[in-house]
């Protein structure tokens, strides 16, 4: 059982490239979520999915985009990258949309220059 | 508006018990968890307070006041491996929806 993994763990960008962080979970589980971690500051939601085909902005969600395509998969895509976008991203999930735990992946260290 | 705090650092020895705090101010409360976080890790799940009082696992014990807004992680026998983030995450309404607080850095020395 992988849990929920993310692919890559670093990538360097420079200023104005686009890339994906991949995110999958096998625990078909329903909700789906992408948060950035930054020094002194707490975990921030960018975009969450209920379900295949739903999703919904978080509190951060300017220059990120996501799709549910599938129960497993929800990737994140940054379509322009800026230094701001410097961050530590994990994806997390949870069984059911209501409630529970989250699972967080490993994470992904994006740098952006 | 929404805040949760929680001090930055904190130093305990091996062996002894340490209290982390964690307070906070938002609408829609509907719980709160405390998760773990080793250097360059995955946060992970370690306890969870919907009602007031104190929810005991393990060495691991968390405590909730709702009126106070206010809730503590206990760690009792500490070990090095304690030697982590520890956060605070208050649940907002009826949704998956987490206002995390900072992060408590704790250090177990021996």
């Known amino acids: 059982n992988a849990g929920v993994t993310q692919t890559p763990k670093f990538q360097v960008l420079k200023t104005g490239q686009s890339m994906t962080l991949q995110c999958a979970q096998d625990m078909n589980h329903e909700y789906m979520s992408w948060y950035r971690q930054d020094p002194g500051m707490g975990l921030r939601l960018i975009h969450y999915?209920?379900?295949?085909?739903?999703?919904d902005q978080g509190e951060v969600p300017n220059g990120y985009n996501v799709s549910r395509s599938t129960t497993e998969d929800f990737p994140l895509r940054l379509l322009s990258a800026a230094p701001s976008q410097t961050s530590v991203y994990f994806c997390a999930s949870s069984y059911s949309r209501y409630t529970g735990e989250l699972f967080f992946g490993e994470g992904s260290r994006l740098t952006v220059l | 508006g929404q805040n949760i705090d929680q001090p930055t650092e904190m130093t305990a020895t091996e062996g002894a018990i340490v209290q982390i705090n964690c307070t906070y101010q938002t609408s829609g409360f509907n719980g709160l968890f405390w998760y773990q976080q080793h250097a360059g890790e995955a946060p992970t799940f370690l306890s969870y307070?919907?009602?007031?009082g104190l929810e005991e696992k393990g060495r691991f014990s968390s405590f909730l006041s709702r009126s106070k807004g206010y809730s503590y992680l206990l760690l009792k026998e500490l070990q090095m491996k304690d030697s982590a983030s520890y956060l605070c995450?208050?649940?907002?309404?009826?949704?998956?929806?987490?206002?995390f607080g900072p992060g408590t850095r704790l250090s177990v020395l021996p």
């Open positions: 995450a208050v649940k907002r309404g009826y949704g998956q929806n987490f206002v």
């Open positions: 999915s209920v379900g295949a085909g739903i999703t």
């Open positions: 307070n919907v009602l007031d």
